[in-house]
């Protein structure tokens, strides 16, 4: 039992802990990088969307189906992860971007929320230009909600994610729950069907704006719709 007097024994225990330790960090701080862990999303349907309740968030709210907000001219509608969030306010000031050409292809530019806290709703509508609905149910945010905890903040993408919106000049808060992820949607007017689904896999996973224009050019109004049937 003399190794055990040799403190060069203890040395490389110590050592070989230390090393096994790393290895163990680096593998997981690499699966944390991949999509292995990501919860996977599953596409929603037209009739799941349809069936969808929003409530207006004036001081009498309405509700309504969604169906509502793309029956004639279809829709671009951002289920936003938190409208404190910088990256989700960025994401927004993107859409907001291709108002002007919505505009002109008739195509209305909608947002949800899930929840409604002080002035969040109110402070994110600088950087959205089109109306917000609230989705209390969370419905748009499925049909298999999908979270991303603090794994987020070892991913590689994300922090680049937030450099990219801090040098834009993008700020906020940390009220409300930000860990249900959001997405955007393209939806055709009546039964045209979902044109895009752009669900956010990380923190910052923003929808490619010229996607969502391609997408937005297929839109047929319900007239024309009507008329190709």
């Known amino acids: 039992m003399s190794f055990l007097q040799d403190p060069s024994f203890f040395t490389m225990g110590m050592w070989s802990i230390g090393a096994g330790a790393l ?16 919860s996977k999303s599953q596409k929603a349907t037209l009739e799941y ?5 929003l409530k207006t968030l004036e001081k009498e709210p309405r509700t309504f189906k969604a169906k ?7 829709a671009v509608i951002m289920a936003v ?8 306010r960025e994401e927004a000031a993107d859409l907001s971007s291709l108002k002007p050409k919505l505009d002109e292809l008739g195509v209305p530019l909608y947002a949800v929320v899930k929840e409604q806290i002080r002035t969040e709703v109110q402070d ?17 945010y499925g049909p298999q909600r999908r979270k991303m905890m603090f794994m987020g903040f070892v991913r590689l993408g994300v922090w680049y994610n ?10 906020g808060n940390l009220e409300g729950e930000g860990f249900i992820l959001g997405g955007v949607f393209v939806v055709g007017s009546g039964k045209q069907g979902i044109l895009l689904e752009h669900r956010e896999k990380e923190f910052g996973d923003k929808v490619n704006p010229v996607s969502v224009l391609e997408a937005a050019r297929k839109i047929q109004p319900q007239t024309s719709a009507a008329e190709t049937k």
């Open 68 to 74: 509502e907000l793309w029956e004639k001219n279809g």
């Open 49 to 53: 969307l349809e069936d969808i309740d």
């Open 124 to 140: 994110f509508q600088p950087y959205f230009k089109g109306e917000i609905f609230l989705d209390e149910k969370k419905k748009f």
């Open 81 to 88: 992860r938190r409208p404190g969030c910088f990256l989700c």
């Open 23 to 38: 290895g163990a960090a680096a593998l997981a701080l690499l699966l944390a990088n991949t999509d292995v862990f990501l």
């Open 162 to 171: 937030f450099f990219r919106a801090r040098n834009g000049g993008f700020s």
